[in-house]
């Protein structure tokens, strides 16, 4: 966000984020209360809101068309021989279970009673016309949860799992920076910081970094793709967004091009 407010890539085009998760934290969420909706929501809503947070806050708008297309493809009961075909580890522990989880019983996560999906793409357009793709996927090889953001002047790339910041402007010969990130545990360091916020919070009277307000914006986006993806139809977000109260994106769509969407 520091990157972006800079002016280092310019005014944003279009971009990119995901949330890829490794086999075995995949294994854990469709073996775990929150594989069904009625429960936590969807797989999109109840996991990946926080990164579509984070892209609302960079964006600095709100998405105003939304499409999606989703399915439940590997944690299915006719794919339980990968279990077999990738083994245990040296410990013994039996793939796709290797996150501790207090269930006394725990289901396996191919019994095919989860309802949420395992993988999902989705297409966003905000109100001050930008648009941006979002990945997620249950089972890979390679997590990632990362950003790429095309500016007029230039492009982002970040990866919290591989703790990588860098920027390349446009122009003849232009090299990769490489910007320093914060290189700590706990979603990339995120969770230190996190914890000493609340603290001034709860205990001086600091507002929150990140409000109810933001939570709120976040979840309609996931209920908007979902809705996109059960239906099979584009979405306009507009109305959910008056509904809740926040009319400035609603007039927004009334000129696309117009500065940064404010609440």
Same mark, same amino acid.
């Given at each position: ?43 999109? !809503? ?8 984070? $892209? ?5 708008? !709100?998405?105003v068309r939304a499409a999606s297309f989703g399915g439940r493809d590997f944690f299915t009961p ?14 013994g522990v039996t793939a796709y279970s290797s996150w501790p989880d207090p269930q006394p019983a725990r ?102 970094? $990140? =409000? ?5 914006? =976040? =979840? ?7 809705? #996109? $993806? ?18 400035? #994106? ?14």
């Open positions: 966000m520091e990157v972006v407010s800079s002016g280092a890539i310019g005014r944003i085009i279009s971009f990119e984020f995901n949330e890829t998760l490794g086999f075995n934290h995949g294994g854990y969420i469709f073996g775990n209360w929150r594989r069904e909706r009625k429960n936590a929501g969807t797989h999109l !809503l109840e996991k990946c809101c926080h990164d579509i947070d984070l $892209a609302n806050w960079i964006i600095g708008s !709100l998405p006719e794919n339980v021989g990968h279990v077999e075909r990738i083994g245990p580890d040296e410990q289901p396996s996560p191919f019994d095919g009673k989860a309802d949420i999906f395992d993988n999902q793409v989705a297409i966003l357009e905000y109100a001050n016309g930008v648009r941006g793709t979002f990945h997620t996927n249950c089972n890979t090889g390679t997590p990632e949860r990362r950003f790429y953001v095309c500016g007029t002047e230039g492009t982002l790339r970040a990866d919290v799992v591989a703790r990588t910041l860098e920027v390349q402007r446009i122009g003849w010969n232009s090299k990769i920076e490489k910007v320093q990130s914060h290189d700590g545990d706990g979603h990339g360091g995120g969770d230190e910081a996190m914890g000493k916020a609340m603290v001034e919070t709860m205990l001086r009277g600091v507002p929150p970094l $990140a =409000s109810c307000e933001e939570g709120i914006k =976040s =979840s309609i986006v996931a209920f908007g793709l979902d809705r #996109a $993806a059960d239906e099979g139809c584009v979405v306009d977000l507009t109305p959910m967004w008056e509904e809740a109260g926040l009319t400035g #994106a609603a007039e927004a769509v009334q000129n696309p091009a117009s500065s940064l969407l404010r609440q």
